[in-house]
């Protein structure tokens, strides 16, 4: 089926086809809650959309369904009985009717999907015992069952479950980046702490060295000083030692 088929159409449908007598126009405000003029322009498209025939007579309109608006309403009936478990979509649905969403413009406009999927889904809500609805002023509006309280509670329970878990297992790899950072930091703290210990072991090393040349220095000093008579007649004995050694020769 091409044409889309809101909430509203659907009902207006089944109340149609639960006349075991003929169904006529004059009596569908009153079960609708709305007004004639609303009504008139509800059945005026549901002939457009071919799922229902319109037979006028002196002070009666009757209305039979077409065989396309029974299949639709075989496939509805099907498709729910199918849907042993809530899809996604359905529980979005609930969600938003959850969310005091309540008239079927609201959860069509916050969900964006075709009127059918729409009416297919809050259908199968309506049957689960999910939801309830009424129509009043050529629109619907939703309320949740006690049943429905509770799957939807249950639901935000597990989302939130769902995305705590999600943003622990975001925030764990942070922690280990931020642990590995300071890991880093201390072995190069650390290796820097080394490397200044190194450099004044050198330092201390030089400046024992340099004094060691120092003391030499001056212990050279002093005794050149203090000796230096001794030490010239020693070079003289060992001068002459030497010329005496080179004439006899």
């Not at 044409?3 to 075991?20: A, G, R, Y």
């Not at 049957?127 to 049943?147: A, H, R, S």
């Amino acid at each position: 089926m091409q044409e889309n088929i809101d909430f509203f159409e659907l009902v207006l449908l089944q109340t149609i086809n639960s006349k075991k007598d003929t169904a006529y126009l004059e009596k569908l405000p009153a079960e609708m809650n709305s007004s004639f003029y609303e009504i008139a322009n509800r059945t005026g498209s549901l002939r457009l959309k071919e799922l229902i025939e319109i037979k006028s007579s002196i002070g009666t309109t009757e209305l039979v369904l077409t065989a396309k608006a029974k299949d639709f309403l075989s496939m509805i009936e099907k498709k729910t009985e199918e849907k042993q478990h809530l899809d996604h979509l359905s529980k979005e649905v609930l969600k938003c009717i959850a969310n005091n969403m309540n008239e079927l413009y609201e959860i069509q406009k916050s969900l964006n999907i075709r009127e059918t999927d729409l009416t297919i889904n809050l259908y199968t809500l309506y049957k689960k015992e999910l939801i309830d609805y009424t129509c009043q002023n050529n629109t619907v509006k939703f309320v949740l069952t006690e049943k429905g309280f509770s799957k939807a509670y249950a639901e935000k329970l597990r989302s939130e479950d769902v995305k705590e878990k999600a943003e622990k297992r975001d925030e764990k790899p942070k922690d280990q980046e931020e642990t590995e950072e300071d890991v880093k930091e201390l072995l190069k703290e650390d290796s820097n702490t080394k490397s200044s210990e190194k450099k004044v072991e050198v330092t201390n090393d030089k400046k024992d060295e340099t004094n060691k040349i120092k003391v030499y220095d001056s212990k050279l000093e002093y005794y050149l000083h203090k000796y230096w008579i001794v030490l010239l007649l020693i070079l003289i004995v060992v001068f002459g030692i030497v010329v005496y050694y080179l004439m006899n020769r």
